[in-house]
């Protein structure tokens, strides 16, 4: 039976806050939004409401420039060394309007045209909530305002072509290279995230590829030169690949939801094995960070 990728979490949300490991502003400063079941729900499919699990500006970290960063929740993937599991569930952020985003984006416009930066959203999974995304996106559009989608691409079907028409930059998280650790790793399958890939490559949407380094899971050469292939297939969409280091930093928010924590025992990677890997992209012709 084919996997699908079509995911609905459209129970209401109660507002929860976790320690988070960066510097995060949680939802503090938005407003938030009180609604009975059936107006929440329209709202949400309407895209005028959104699960948000918080916000940050930081700069040169999600994208070029200074950025205004939402974080929204829920994610379709398992990932072992998901570093923020509180975005796993929708019904663990904060409901707020797209309206109130909105407007902290227009609050910033003269830092992004200063900084080259923009609006930035991640999660979790943005594409967990597409209407709101796409509302999102149009407004930034419509104010001028750079824009970037952070996501694993495993729900690239959700992205329609007129939210990618929206997109100024995308970062592609590629799990793995191969389709048996990229389940390993994520709990999922990894076509639609190169599927998803090769509609930036058909778009001419510049992309970022993110890969995680885990010793012990990602860090197999065969499945670091199937990553390489991958993104080599992409084409000239790609700008940069950013291998970033496993670390610990999430493994506390793991306890503190009661959830099982398989990496308890891992290192993160040696100098050596991470300028291995970066030499194995950089070795396709790739430019590596």
């Known amino acids: ?24 502003s949680g939802t503090a400063g938005l407003s938030t939004v009180e609604l009975d079941h059936a107006a929440k729900m329209a709202a949400v499919r309407a895209g005028d409401l959104g699960s948000v699990h918080s916000w940050e500006l930081v700069t040169a970290v999600d994208g070029p420039g200074t950025r205004l960063t939402v974080f929204l929740a829920g994610c379709p993937l398992q990932c072992l060394y998901c570093h923020n599991p509180d975005t796993m569930q929708m019904r663990r952020g904060t409901a707020v309007t797209a309206d109130e985003i909105l407007a902290r984006v227009a609050r910033y416009r003269t830092v992004f045209a200063a900084t080259g930066g923009g609006l930035t959203i991640s999660g979790g999974e943005p594409l967990m909530q597409p ?4 509302r999102l996106l149009r407004g930034a559009k419509a104010m001028n305002v750079h824009t ?4 694993s691409g495993f729900l690239g079907s959700q992205c329609t072509d007129a939210m990618l028409a929206d997109v100024d930059l995308v970062l592609l998280d590629i799990k793995s290279g191969l389709p048996d650790t990229y389940r390993r790793v994520t709990g999922r399958a990894l076509q ?18 993110r890969f995680v380094l885990v010793p012990g899971l990602t860090d197999a050469p065969e499945n670091v030169e199937a990553v390489a292939g991958h993104i080599v297939a992409l084409g000239d969409v790609v700008e940069r690949v950013e291998v970033l280091p496993f670390h ?4 506390d928010k793991w306890d503190e939801l009661g959830m099982r924590y398989e990496l308890g025992d891992t290192q993160p990677p040696t100098p050596e094995l991470v300028e291995r890997v970066r030499s ?10």
């Open 131 to 134: 209407a709101f995304v796409a």
């Open 280 to 289: 194995t992209f950089r070795d396709r012709g790739l430019s590596v960070f």
């Open 192 to 209: 639609p995230t190169l599927d998803f890939g090769q509609r930036l490559r058909e778009s001419g949407t510049r992309t970022w590829v």
């Open 1 to 24: 039976m084919t996997e699908t990728t079509q995911v609905h979490d459209v129970a209401p949300w109660p507002s929860v806050h976790l320690g988070l490991p960066r510097a995060r």
């Open 148 to 151: 970037t989608l952070d996501t």
């Open 248 to 251: 610990q930093m999430g493994r």
